[in-house]
């Protein structure tokens, strides 16, 4: 395993790259397409899920497990059924009736590579096929591990996490008025949710004590808001050519996010402040959360 | 539990109107609206899932969990976790880039009565509900039947199953060369899958023999195919005040249905003769699965 091979000198965009390796390859393997003329909606699930990407979330999963003593195939499963979710987000993001996205990472969106209908499909498909994956025996060998899994991702994920902060995301728009409050409660919902669940997934495999699972909460809740923060500075400091979307297309679009109501100086301030107390949550877990501390520096200082 | 009272007496429209009373009060539970500007999106998903139906799917659940001894709360839950995936499915089917519907049963699709973004995710907050619904440990005390209903039903409705069957009904439309072989199999997918996981989901639940799962397996795949016969006879002879759509739809649309192929005769005629067949995979149950006799029946004669 690959993962056995991390320690706590493993320089973190290596760990990276072998976590997006790893979990590139499982995905491959679990979306194979089958004969009949069905075939299209594996494509465009295919197409969609092994995008190219950083694979921040099957990383956290990854490297919350390793700080356990958890199956690298367990770990894996997981990391995959999170990506689905997060490509499911994506595609169903971009159709026109949500964002209207045509490109994504320089390439055609979903719907603009297929059509609107099989984009439709194919969100849909890579949704449930996560819960199948984490229902697996492959994924646990406990039924009680992997029914949490899935009780836990459909929490992240339903309407009282990611789809929910996305509906507030779509009834905000053009809206100023929204106060930090209301900004943090969205990004907790819209993308924090996702994140602390591939965070306390490592701790979920292990059955650890729960004041270890609180630990990883805690980092990820942290984290999710630094993630977010540095995304809104992007888009106002950023590379258009790195991050792959034109800058300052949240002022344009009349958003309020983090940097418009803080500015740019006490959003960056913030930022660094969350990532400080994410890196403290960590400390139960010594030198073996050293990655983990990593990521939640690289968050912030990522240029796309 | 009025399920309890039912006997092998108890008239079919009378069981069927107590499934839809008793899945109705439970998805009015389990849908309670939160406060915050989320609600939007709660709204959409309760207009969806409660809005007028037989409950047929349900019925199924329930009628199979008699058969067994499985406790009332069981049953319910996963007729709920069924029924919103029925509902997802009818939501993203409506959309302006798939069917483009504007009625259902009389009343605005969601997209209409909502919007197209509020639609979408209404879906997608219901297909994930509908697995957070059977990871809960109220629907089974054992996670290991609880992990069996997630993957079944992850099966049933994802890309192998009611997705997929979906994804080749939109490539065939306009394609009136489909044989026979294709079109049972593209019902099979859209509209058998999730059929057949509703009566299966009693054998599940009591864990009971595998023999017994394959009679009910087997019932579902002569029942499932009934219904789309008679769907389609409805379409070209039903009652349009009754059916809530336009007489002569498929026709229309160029699409190649059972009767497009068979004609109305033979159609008719085969739809009985898989009712036939359907009844006699009942045998094993005797007079307990006199209910689910009836359901088939009924699938043929419906007006509606």
């Not at 449930?128 to 994924?139: G, I, N, Q, R, Y």
């Not at 900004?183 to 907790?188: A, F, G, K, P």
């Not at 909460?217 to 630094?226: N, S």
């Not at 344009?252 to 983090?258: D, L, N, V």
Request: aromatic share 6%; with cysteine.
């Amino acid at each position: 395993m690959t993962l056995g091979t991390w320690s706590s000198d493993t320089p973190f965009p290596e760990a990276l790259a072998d976590a997006a390796r790893l979990v590139d390859a499982a995905l491959d393997r679990l979306l194979a397409v089958p004969p009949g003329p069905e075939a299209r909606v594996f494509e465009a699930m295919r197409y969609s899920a092994l995008a190219p990407g950083k694979r921040l979330r099957p990383f956290l999963v990854l490297a919350s497990s390793h700080l356990f003593t958890v199956q690298r195939r367990s770990a894996l499963q997981v990391a995959c059924a999170i990506e689905m979710v997060h490509a499911y987000s994506l595609v169903h993001d971009d159709l026109p009736a949500m964002d209207d996205s045509d490109l994504r990472r320089g390439r055609p969106t979903c719907h603009k590579k297929f059509d609107e209908a099989t984009a439709v499909l194919a969100g849909d498909g890579l949704l449930t096929f996560a819960f199948e994956v984490l229902a697996h025996p492959d994924t646990h060998g406990d039924p009680a591990v992997r029914c949490e899994l899935v009780s836990a991702l459909a929490q992240a994920a339903g309407a009282h996490g990611m789809v929910g902060g996305q509906m507030i995301d779509l009834l905000a728009e053009n809206d100023r008025s929204l106060d930090i409050g209301a900004i943090t409660r969205l990004q907790r919902l819209k993308t924090g949710a996702l994140i602390a669940f591939a965070c306390e997934a490592g701790a979920i495999l292990a059955k650890a004590a729960p004041e270890l699972r609180q630990a990883l909460r805690g980092y990820a809740h942290d984290l999710g808001l630094a993630f977010q923060i540095a995304d809104d500075l992007l888009d106002v400091e950023g590379n258009s050519e790195q991050t792959g979307k034109p800058t300052g297309s949240d002022a344009a679009a009349g958003k309020a996010t983090f940097v418009s109501i803080l500015g740019v100086e006490r959003a960056r301030a913030q930022a660094q402040l969350l990532v400080r107390q994410a890196v403290a949550h960590l400390d139960p877990f010594e030198e073996r959360a050293e990655l983990l501390r990593s990521a939640a520096r690289f968050v912030v200082d990522r240029r796309a």
